[in-house]
């Protein structure tokens, strides 16, 4: 009697496998909902992940967002490595310094007057609490999301996210909401009208959208029209958080504060965290029992958690996010190519589909993401990308470009 199946046995004796053999194995047992990247991944630091073979990829996809910090950053793995040591896990059932710090931090890097935090384990998650609370709060089911916003996957999350591939086969489930336009503050605001809704949920920078932004004169109609509803204003900051636009949040960016904010991706330098920042008057709706979650807050994160926050600051990875922007702007703009969102988030418009573009940029060791629009590139690079790798993006992008063009003629 063996602990382990036979096939288990016989592939942990060949340890060296090519990466084929790799996706082979996990392709075996993984459901089959992911459309991944041929590079099975063992190792990273800073901008740069590497794979079963060796070869080294600069990494401007950020971990899908995550790994603002770069990877691997040496301060939060110590912290994690030294939590573990001491105390890796228990619930909100206790009190625990590492999580107070942890809170403490993010409250005080927050907006004026959002001085509550509640750290759960998703982007959806979060989303899904913010939801929750404005429901109970205001009494009321109807939620306002925007057309082209992700939120997550989760039914609630799932429920204000605009692409019917998501949604299909889950409408049965959901509560009602309607959608706002993007950018269009009028007719948002006629919609919120309408629907006098618990909630508007916005993804502030549309990132599968392509890095849209809009107007701050449309968040500001957006906020006003809350206020005059009574709903409450949620910014889904899962990707613009924790100081990729310049400023901790987008919401300081632009200078319109919402009532909740939701973070996660980097939040936890790599390691899975999310959290809800409320503004005070929110957080007095919420009474003992109402929300929770087991591993929300739990003793690994927060040390992750509270170390990412001190690099962010420490290592003015806001200041640094606007001179990745800048670099990859001046690229761009010597190519004639368009482009937008803000700091370590870019949508390059291409005009042409870029699947191939970013296939080729991969057989040149670069990553890079495409969007729900065909034709946008999206870079979520960590803030701490040199110039000098900006360069060899735009070198190989020009060989792919020049390849892509041969090829066509
Ligand atoms: C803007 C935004 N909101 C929510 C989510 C969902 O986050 P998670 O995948 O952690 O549930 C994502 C994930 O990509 C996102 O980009």
Redesign the pocket.
């Known amino acids: 009697m063996t602990l382990f199946s036979d096939h288990y046995t016989s592939m942990m004796q060949h340890e060296t496998k090519s990466a084929t053999e790799w996706m082979a194995f996990e392709d075996q047992t993984q459901l089959g909902t992911y459309n991944k990247w041929p590079i099975p991944l063992v190792k990273a630091a800073g901008a740069m992940v590497e794979d079963v073979e060796g070869n080294q990829y600069l990494d401007l996809y950020g971990g899908?967002?995550v790994a603002f910090l770069g990877h691997n950053h040496p301060e939060v793995v110590k912290a994690i490595k030294a939590q573990a040591d001491d105390l890796l896990f228990y619930s909100n059932a206790v009190y625990a310094p590492v999580r107070a710090r942890a809170s403490a931090r993010l409250a005080r890097l927050a907006p004026e007057g959002m001085n509550t935090v509640f750290f759960v384990n998703?982007?959806?998650?979060a989303?899904e609490v913010a939801m929750k609370i404005a429901r109970k709060a205001t009494g009321r089911a109807h939620v306002v999301g925007v057309e082209g916003?992700?939120?997550?996957?989760?039914m609630g999350?799932l429920s204000t996210t605009w692409a019917k591939k998501y949604r299909d086969g889950y409408e049965k489930a959901f509560g009602p909401v309607s959608f706002a336009p993007f950018g269009d503050a009028d007719a948002a605001v006629q919609v919120i009208r309408d629907a006098s809704p618990a909630a508007v949920i916005v993804?502030p920078i549309q990132?599968?959208g392509g890095m849209r932004t809009a107007d701050r004169s449309y968040f500001e109609a957006l906020r006003l029209a809350c206020d005059e509803t009574g709903a409450m204003l949620i910014f889904?900051e899962?990707?613009t958080g924790v100081g990729r636009t310049g400023s901790f949040s987008y919401a300081q960016t632009i200078g319109v504060i919402p009532h909740m904010i939701?973070m996660?991706?980097s939040l936890g330098g790599g390691v899975?965290v999310?959290a809800l920042i409320l503004n005070d008057e929110v957080a007095a709706t919420v009474g003992p029992g109402e929300q929770g979650t087991t591993f929300g807050g739990g003793m690994l994160a927060m040390a992750a958690v509270d170390a990412a926050l001190r690099v962010v600051e420490e290592e003015k990875l806001s200041e640094r996010a606007l001179l990745v922007w800048d670099a990859l702007a001046e690229g761009c703009n010597e190519r004639g190519l368009r482009y937008q969102g803000a700091g370590c988030l870019m949508g390059i418009d291409f005009g042409q589909p870029v699947a191939p573009i970013v296939a080729g940029l991969r057989g040149h060791h670069i990553l890079t993401g495409g969007s729900a629009n065909p034709n946008i590139m999206r870079l979520m690079p960590p803030a701490v990308v040199t110039r000098e790798q900006v360069d060899q993006f735009f070198t190989a992008l020009d060989a792919v470009l020049q390849q892509l063009e041969e090829v066509d003629a």
Do not use: I, L
């Open positions: 899908h967002c998703s982007g959806a998650e989303n916003d992700f939120h997550g996957r989760t999350s993804e990132s599968m889904d899962v990707q939701t996660a991706k899975p999310s």
